[in-house]
């Protein structure tokens, strides 16, 4: 049972790949990637936001109902949901070479985050328990715009930055209600020749 933790817990996730790829090269430390607003990377040199989620379009109209769970109980379905992340490198290095040292943190992120789209292995909570399989991939058709509006709410300049899509990601109902077999049936004709 996926809990409301899924959202961190998938997210971590993404987190946890990156580190375990990404260090000791192009970044050092793992703990210097992390979830974190790409306008405040504070000590971060990669940082993995959740700017949208969204419930599985082909789920949404699907009429979700309530699923057996027990003999006398059913619980309403799983929401599914895509959530879409943005990726951001942030550079200590001196102006002179920060764009260098930036673009090849993007680079081998967007080479990790392409070779590793089962993130099964990096889950835990929750999520992990649940057994469902959650994918990760670049996500197509992100805009220069769009990316210029998600930085357009602070005050600091657009970073080069990459989106990738997280699905299915999973959060139980904890809606459930009680249900009964049928007992007894009792079935009632009418003459229609009167």
Not at 4 to 21: D, I, N, P
Not at 148 to 172: A, E, H, M
Request: glycine share 6%; proline share 5%; charged share 25%.
């Amino acid at each position: 049972m996926a809990e409301y933790t899924a959202l961190y817990e998938a997210a971590q996730a993404v987190v946890e790949l990156l580190r375990q790829e990404m260090t000791p090269e192009p970044i050092s430390k793992p703990e210097l990637i992390g979830l974190c607003a790409p306008q405040e990377p504070e000590d971060f040199q990669l940082t993995v936001h959740l700017y949208h989620l969204e419930e599985e379009a082909h789920r949404r109209d699907s009429g979700h109902g309530f699923v057996q769970e027990g003999r006398e109980s059913q619980r309403f379905a799983p929401l599914q949901l895509n959530l879409h992340l943005l990726i951001t490198a942030h550079s200590k290095a001196p102006v002179l070479t920060r764009a260098a040292d930036e673009y090849r943190i993007l680079g081998r992120a967007v080479q990790v985050v392409r070779d590793h789209p089962d993130l099964a292995a990096y889950l835990t909570g929750s999520l992990a328990a649940s057994g469902e399989p959650v994918h990760l991939m670049l996500e197509k058709g992100l805009q220069a715009d769009q990316l210029q509006r998600l930085w357009g709410g602070g005050n600091k300049p657009y970073k080069l930055s990459f989106g990738c899509l997280v699905n299915t990601v999973l959060i139980d109902s904890e809606r459930v209600r009680s249900v009964a077999r049928v007992k007894q049936i009792r079935i009632q004709t009418e003459d229609s020749s009167k």
